[in-house]
């Protein structure tokens, strides 16, 4: 018996379909995948090209984020307490995105959102190419799947219709001396997304996916109810046509609007938010298999909250996603983890509710499923992918060591994060990240950030609001 890795004599919180909890474990990787994973006594004498001693380590199953989006990285906290907003944060985020942005601002952005969640053992991720999908040249989206592949995260870029009104009004930027606008139509879209997920989808040797991903599933004013129709059909067209799954916004009376008006709920298609929804909505969730990406440090769940509760006891797939980073998150899914619980023990004034496993299986094999993924990721099983982090538990916080699986719920944090390896590679050892220059990255993320604002006339966004002190209202 020989391995390529063999990560060796450690504990395993394995997360597959028995839940096993492994001590003096190790786990062997041939190529992309893991080939062994059993007692280490099986594998002491086996060779190995590298060894990775596994003591005072926890290992599980890399992180998967269901729902974010690819731009926010550099537009972290702007306008926060409505600071320099002159209009609306959907009109703020589409000035930036669509007429203030650069190729190497959505590939700066790719790299330090890669570098976030590879340090956070996020080791895949769903990003919808800005806050609404920016769809009017692929050159966009080539640049955040090369800023991701230089840090080698699995990467899961999501392109489709934005909301309306429309047309769309983009500003080419590549050439400073003669900007160039295009303005494109709701129908330009669907040809877009088809090209997109054409190009993108399962490349990079399974490192790269790219899901058509319309902003919003449901009713959405400025189009009419046959623009709808159109634009669903084409979604799940080209949905069929690849082999990807959808994935898109949904908030209260969403789900009941494309249940009488459109054929795309179903087990292939996941829902970000779902915010505010009723009985009625839930059930037609349950009976549809539609699978829920829920942030709990959202604005959306402030607002009304997504019944996450009541979905898992109806039978729906849940996942807890980060919807990072703008405006006010990380990518760090273990706190979204503990977020999520005590909000909804709080909701029902119950600290029974949610058990902390399940927190743990809606941020590796819910999530993993609910992005169509769940033979590849999710759990630590012979014939997945080798997608593994690493816990240094030689740590107060996590002392003592027993009840492992609690620890990573109640007191782990991204910051803990020690090894990283994604489709085999190793990617962050001790904290060191092995691909990319930490400190180039964070340079150029700062003047692609600062240009942006100067494009977009937009500096007063980056300042303290005037009720920022002593004050209990912005």
Request: proline share 5%.
């Amino acid at each position: 018996m020989s391995f390529d890795i063999l990560i060796h004599d450690t504990t395993i919180v394995t997360m597959d379909a028995d839940r096993r909890l492994l001590h003096s474990a190790s786990i062997g990787i041939t190529g992309q995948d893991i080939t062994f994973v059993g007692p280490a006594s099986e594998v002491a004498q086996a060779a190995a090209g590298r060894i990775i001693p596994g003591a005072d380590r926890l290992v599980m199953p890399g992180l998967i984020d269901a729902h974010a989006h690819a731009g926010h990285g550099l537009t972290k906290t702007l306008a926060e307490g409505g600071v320099g907003l002159k209009t609306g944060w959907d009109e703020f985020m589409e000035t930036i995105y669509f007429r203030g942005t650069t190729l190497d601002f959505w590939k700066s952005e790719a790299r330090l959102t890669g570098l976030e969640r590879l340090k956070f053992g996020v080791t895949t991720g769903l990003n919808m190419l800005g806050s609404y999908p920016r769809y009017d040249d692929l050159a966009y989206a080539q640049a955040h799947v090369d800023g991701m592949a230089e840090v080698g995260v699995r990467d899961i870029l999501g392109i489709g219709p934005p909301n309306p009104p429309y047309p769309k009004h983009f500003l080419s930027l590549e050439e400073a001396a003669a900007p160039r606008e295009r303005v494109l139509s709701h129908a330009d879209a669907f040809a877009q997304t088809r090209a997109a997920v054409q190009r993108f989808n399962n490349t990079r040797g399974g490192l790269t996916f790219c899901y058509p991903t319309p902003s919003g599933v449901g009713y959405r004013e400025g189009l009419s109810r046959d623009e709808l129709v159109r634009q669903n059909a084409a979604m799940k067209a080209i949905a069929a046509e690849f082999g990807t799954p959808v994935h898109g916004h949904a908030y209260q009376g969403d789900v009941r609007y494309a249940f009488e008006h459109f054929d795309i709920l179903g087990p292939n298609l996941s829902l970000a938010h779902v915010t505010g929804i009723d009985e009625e909505e839930i059930r037609i969730l349950a009976d549809t298999g539609t699978h829920v990406c829920s942030g709990p440090h959202t604005h959306a769940f402030m607002r009304a909250r997504c019944p996450v509760v009541e979905l898992l006891d109806r039978g729906v797939n849940v996942a807890f996603c980060s919807d990072a980073s703008a405006p006010d998150r990380t990518y760090d899914l273990f706190e979204k983890m503990r977020i999520g619980l005590l909000l909804h023990r709080s909701h029902f004034r119950d600290p029974a509710v949610l058990p902390a496993g399940k927190a743990l299986e809606m941020v590796t094999v819910d999530a993993a499923r609910a992005l169509g993924l769940e033979r590849m990721l999710g759990s630590v099983a012979a014939g997945k992918k080798a997608d593994l982090i690493l816990i240094d538990t030689r740590q107060p916080h996590l002392y003592p060591i027993w009840q492992e699986p609690l620890r990573l719920v109640y007191q782990v944090s991204g910051h803990d994060v020690d090894t990283v390896i994604v489709n085999g590679r190793v990617l962050m050892e001790h904290r060191r990240v092995l691909t990319v220059d930490e400190g180039a990255v964070l340079r150029e993320a700062q003047a692609e950030a600062m240009k942006m604002l100067e494009r977009t006339k937009l500096q007063p966004s980056a300042s303290l609001p005037e009720r920022f002190w002593g004050c209990t209202h912005y």
